[in-house]
């Protein structure tokens, strides 16, 4: 379904992308795994046709940098910033895409249903929580049923339940047999929905696993505990997230006095991967 040769993408002087090359299946889930930087959003813009590029991209035998409306056609996307207007409905929202993917008004409440969002048509976006504004944003991506799904980074800024609530859609979508390609920075997502990850570093293909292979512990890898000072604590959590490693939910601690000073100001986050080496 899709086939990726050589692809190669340079902004200047910085080779984002150089030289990748992998297929994914008919109905196959394939994610992409890599820190910050490492050409996640690149490859995936470049599958949209929407980034000039080396090397071939095709979707369903068509070119992407040559038949692009063509391919956009076929791909459903959703991006990691979400882009509907505060002010609408969440109905006219979705009847707004319905007209543009030529697609029933009675189809797209059927899709608005299936994504869990029935009953609050009259609602407007603004008042969704997170979870909620992704599931509309997937039920957009699948307006006109297209075969390929593309996400980037689908739950980066939801909160365990909204996580919990967009995953379960993204495995409804992969048993009605759509392709799925992802990017994620979350071993549980991946573990829960894809078949392979693609390990993407310094615009390099490096590995290609199963998610087993990747976790053989089955959890998502060892956990490491950090005792960080508020006054670090936020710059900590951005290259943690720069690094690709999960930070769990914090729990601030009271400690015995004559603890250590940099633990007695901080909170311990559970994160993991090796979080140590990723603090500079």
Not at 211 to 233: A, F, V
Request: overall charge neutral; hydrophobic content about 40%.
């Amino acid at each position: 379904m899709i086939t990726i040769r050589d692809l190669t993408k340079r902004f200047g002087r910085v080779c984002a992308l150089s030289e990748v090359s992998f297929d994914v299946e008919a109905g196959e889930a394939v994610a992409l795994w890599g820190g910050n930087g490492a050409g996640k959003t690149t490859l995936l813009r470049c599958l949209l046709g929407a980034l000039r590029h080396g090397g071939s991209v095709e979707v369903d035998g068509l070119d992407a940098r040559r038949q692009g409306k063509a391919v956009r056609a076929r791909i459903g996307y959703v991006p990691q910033e979400l882009a509907f207007h505060d002010d609408m409905r969440v109905g006219a929202a979705l009847a707004f895409f319905a007209r543009l993917r030529v697609e029933s008004l009675g189809r797209a409440a059927e899709i608005l249903a299936r994504a869990g969002l029935a009953g609050h048509e009259r609602k407007r976006v603004r008042d969704l929580s997170g979870g909620m504004k992704q599931r509309l944003a997937l039920a957009v991506a699948t307006l006109g049923d297209p075969p390929v799904v593309v996400m980037d980074e689908p739950t980066s800024n939801l909160d365990a339940a909204g996580r919990a609530q967009v995953v379960e859609s993204l495995r409804e979508l992969r048993r009605s047999g759509k392709t799925v390609l992802f990017s994620s920075h979350r071993p549980e997502e991946v573990r829960a929905l894809a078949d392979r990850v693609l390990v993407l570093d310094g615009g390099r293909l490096v590995r290609t696993a199963t998610p087993d292979e990747l976790w053989p512990s089955g959890d998502g890898g060892p956990r490491s505990t950090l005792h960080i000072p508020d006054s670090d604590r936020e710059r900590a959590l951005e290259v943690l997230a720069a690094a690709g490693i999960e930070v769990l939910d914090g729990v601030r601690d009271e400690l015995a006095p004559g603890a250590d000073q940099l633990a007695r100001s901080g909170v311990c986050e559970a994160v993991r991967g090796d979080a140590q080496g990723a603090i500079q």
